[in-house]
């Protein structure tokens, strides 16, 4: 009788067991069942552990040698715990590189120094109001930044004085996505948001079209690369929203601690135009 390798990996047998027949079955459990075992391996199969009805996946079949029978891809699929398969290693691979740069990043953005921060801060609002973009848009997404961000909140207020239609992002609980709403007043429009520390316009200000048109979208982002790839939070709203303004001119504001030689970028990821930070403006390269 086989010891059970793993005890949390029993499961509700899908069919009753079947011994496999002797021509089947290594007359040795060891390196010698190799070459067999990795053909089982790449099935979709249970090894049933002898005796105790446990379960343990295909691929752990190097480590033991049981009783085995394949398991329909439908059968499998109807489990509840999500298939991993669909899940390429680059997929995996790209998700665990955007958490380390995300973390990263944030935690070089919370040990700015204030007067370096502040500093900084003036620097990339000034460029932004002597860009090209900046001075032809009319109507503008913006967002309020959170404490750890480059501060719009100036911007915000300079784009009201010079008759700008400002609109801002408001987040639909419980869904990954936002709406924008149009601003006049900062102090009436605006309540606290979703995430501790961000403000949001009230659900009653006046909404934006499903596809009104932005002369100019800054947007937010945590880690950026210079083909103008970022990555944000991870909820994926902005890049739902950017794929109905095309025609907008996207552009970011980053500090440059926040560029990074790579970002992992899936098919759907739209890169923003440009990067302005303190240091200058970088025009990305996958525009």
């Known amino acids: 009788m086989l010891a059970r390798l793993f005890c949390g990996l029993r499961a509700r047998r899908p069919y009753p067991l079947r011994r496999l027949s002797p021509e089947h079955r290594s007359p040795v459990r060891g390196a010698s069942d190799s070459v067999e075992l990795f053909k089982l391996a790449n099935r979709d199969c249970a090894l049933e552990d002898v005796g105790t009805g446990g379960a343990i996946p295909g691929a752990m079949l190097g480590l033991t040698v049981g009783l085995a029978r394949p398991i329909p891809q439908a059968a499998a699929r ?3 715990t999500p298939d991993r398969r669909d899940e390429t290693m680059s997929d995996v691979t790209g998700k665990r590189e955007k958490s380390r740069l995300r973390e990263g990043i944030r935690a070089a953005r919370r ?5 370096l921060r502040d500093a900084w801060n003036g620097q990339i609002r000034e460029a932004l109001l002597k860009t ?4 032809r848009a009319r109507n503008v997404l913006a967002y309020c930044s959170m404490p750890e961000e480059v501060a719009t909140w100036n911007i915000l207020h300079f784009a009201l004085q010079e008759t700008k239609r400002l609109a801002l992002p408001r987040c639909i609980p419980g869904e990954s996505r936002f709406e924008a709403h149009w601003i006049t007043d900062p102090r009436r429009d605006l ?3 979703v ?3 961000l403000m949001e316009p009230r659900e009653n200000a006046p909404a934006c079209r499903a596809a009104e048109p932005f002369d100019l979208i800054i947007v937010p982002g945590i880690a950026f690369d210079r083909r103008g790839y970022r990555i944000g939070f991870g909820a994926g709203m902005y890049d739902r929203f950017l794929v109905s303004h095309l025609d907008s ?3 970011a504001l980053a500090y440059s601690l926040q560029i990074v030689d790579h970002v992992p970028a899936d098919p759907h990821d739209l890169p923003v135009h440009a990067i302005l930070t303190e240091e200058g403006m970088i025009e990305a390269a996958a525009r």
């Open 132 to 135: 090209e973009p900046w001075r």
């Open 195 to 197: 995430l501790p520390g």
């Open 111 to 115: 040990a700015i120094e204030p007067d």
């Open 78 to 80: 109807d489990r509840s």
């Open 191 to 193: 309540i606290p948001g």
């Open 249 to 251: 001119r996207r552009l």
